[in-house]
């Protein structure tokens, strides 16, 4: 059901476009905002010094926490395999640190300060640890995937700020954070959805996880003005990941969104071939553009598709190093 429904919103892709806009224009609204608001009530920070602090309180919590990994290893009768965190004093004065389980792993993910209206022109690497408390027997999406998973996002001291605890569909590059996105590629999907002959589904042996996520691949010094979130909060995302959509083409021109990464550094938003000519009020990344070079001819008229529409490959016809969908000139 869920992944039928994936396919569906494909096809519904005018809306899901329009949601985009939608998303990104909120971000716009803020930058607007920003330069006053910010400034009386948030002391402008590099986000070279926050990255520092942040990653010292990731760490101080990975160090004086453990998570339920007991359960994890030797899962009780209708254990529900939900990770719960807590600290390692008293009774618990024995727990491994989450620290020193084998199942946290880090990613070092490059962001600039310009996302978050900075002009500084800072390039940061910040650390992302993630716990796969359990992995799931699927594959891993790619941060250009629809996604079907449930997740709840704390903060460090674990006041929860928001949540989903039913499966829910997301694109991982629509609007989402960084941290949260480049997280949830590490984690392995489930098999399912499976019927369950009363009109709801269900998902199997699928992967559990926690994202620590510091403030510069979260919302910086731009929290949601709605949230109990506040400037440059790391954050922790629980996840369970049921299913995903290999390959997704998130815009329809014919291309998963992935391959439209044309820079590799797994953020999707930063590629716009046509950004110079598109209308100084709009920014559609690649992944997001049905006719990337703006040339008039829609992208998947530029490209090598099987006869069940399928993506094959690229083509270059005038042979000058730039594939056809990206070459206005072609
Ligand atoms: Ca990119
Ligand atoms: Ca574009
Ligand atoms: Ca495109
Ligand atoms: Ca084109």
């Given at each position: 059901?869920?992944?039928?429904?994936?396919?569906?919103?494909?096809?519904?892709?005018?809306?899901?476009?329009a949601?985009?806009?939608?998303?990104?224009?909120?971000?716009?609204?803020?930058?607007?905002?920003?330069?006053?608001?910010?400034?009386?009530?948030?002391?402008?920070?590099t986000m070279?010094?926050?990255?520092?602090?942040?990653d010292?309180?990731?760490?101080?919590?990975?160090?004086?926490?453990?998570?339920?990994?007991?359960?994890?290893?030797?899962?009780?009768?209708?254990?529900d395999?939900?990770?719960?965190?807590?600290t390692?004093?008293?009774?618990?004065?024995?727990?491994?640190?989450?620290?020193?389980?084998?199942?946290?792993?880090?990613?070092?993910?490059?962001?600039e300060?310009?996302?978050?209206?900075?002009?500084?022109?800072?390039?940061?690497?910040?650390?992302?640890?993630?716990?796969?408390?359990?992995?799931?027997?699927?594959?891993?999406?790619?941060?250009?995937?629809?996604?079907?998973?449930?997740?709840?996002?704390?903060?460090?001291?674990?006041?929860?700020?928001?949540?989903?605890?039913?499966?829910?569909?997301?694109?991982?590059?629509?609007?989402?954070?960084?941290?949260?996105?480049?997280?949830?590629?590490?984690?392995?999907?489930?098999?399912?959805?499976?019927?369950?002959?009363?009109?709801?589904?269900?998902?199997?042996?699928?992967?559990?996880?926690?994202?620590?996520?510091?403030?510069?691949?979260?919302?910086?010094?731009?929290?949601?003005?709605?949230?109990?979130?506040?400037?440059?909060?790391?954050?922790?995302?629980?996840?369970?990941?049921?299913?995903?959509?290999?390959d997704?083409?998130f815009?329809?021109?014919?291309?998963?969104?992935?391959?439209?990464?044309?820079?590799?550094?797994?953020?999707?938003?930063?590629?716009?071939?046509?950004?110079?000519?598109?209308?100084?009020?709009?920014?559609?990344?690649?992944?997001?553009?049905?006719?990337?070079?703006?040339?008039g001819?829609?992208?998947?008229?530029?490209?090598?598709?099987?006869?069940?529409?399928?993506?094959?490959?690229?083509?270059?016809?005038?042979?000058?190093?730039?594939?056809?969908?990206?070459?206005?000139?072609?």
């Open positions: 059901m869920y992944l039928a429904d994936l396919k569906t919103k494909c096809m519904k892709r005018n809306q899901l476009i949601l985009f806009l939608v998303i990104i224009g909120v971000w716009s609204c803020r930058n607007d905002d920003d330069g006053l608001l910010d400034a009386e009530t948030v002391p402008p920070r070279s010094e926050v990255a520092i602090e942040d010292a309180e990731i760490m101080a919590f990975l160090q004086t926490h453990f998570y339920n990994y007991e359960e994890f290893e030797n899962p009780p009768i209708d254990f395999f939900v990770i719960k965190f807590d390692i004093a008293g009774d618990n004065a024995d727990k491994t640190p989450i620290i020193s389980r084998p199942e946290l792993k880090s990613v070092v993910i490059r962001e300060s310009a996302t978050f209206g900075r002009e500084d022109g800072e390039e940061i690497d910040h650390t992302l640890y993630y716990l796969e408390a359990r992995m799931g027997v699927g594959e891993s999406p790619t941060i250009g995937d629809n996604v079907v998973l449930q997740y709840e996002g704390t903060l460090l001291d674990g006041t929860p700020f928001d949540g989903h605890n039913t499966p829910l569909n997301q694109y991982l590059s629509g609007g989402l954070i960084r941290g949260y996105s480049n997280g949830v590629e590490k984690l392995h999907a489930g098999t399912g959805p499976i019927e369950n002959g009363d009109g709801t589904v269900s998902f199997e042996d699928f992967g559990v996880g926690a994202i620590f996520i510091p403030s510069g691949l979260g919302y910086f010094s731009r929290p949601p003005q709605t949230s109990i979130i506040g400037a440059y909060a790391p954050l922790i995302f629980k996840i369970a990941l049921f299913a995903f959509e290999k997704t083409d815009d329809g021109d014919g291309i998963p969104s992935i391959l439209e990464d044309l820079d590799g550094d797994g953020n999707l938003n930063n590629d716009n071939t046509d950004a110079d000519t598109e209308p100084p009020t709009v920014f559609f990344p690649n992944h997001n553009d049905t006719d990337d070079d703006q040339d001819i829609p992208t998947i008229d530029e490209i090598e598709l099987d006869s069940d529409g399928n993506f094959v490959g690229f083509r270059d016809s005038d042979g000058d190093g730039i594939d056809d969908h990206l070459d206005n000139d072609n």
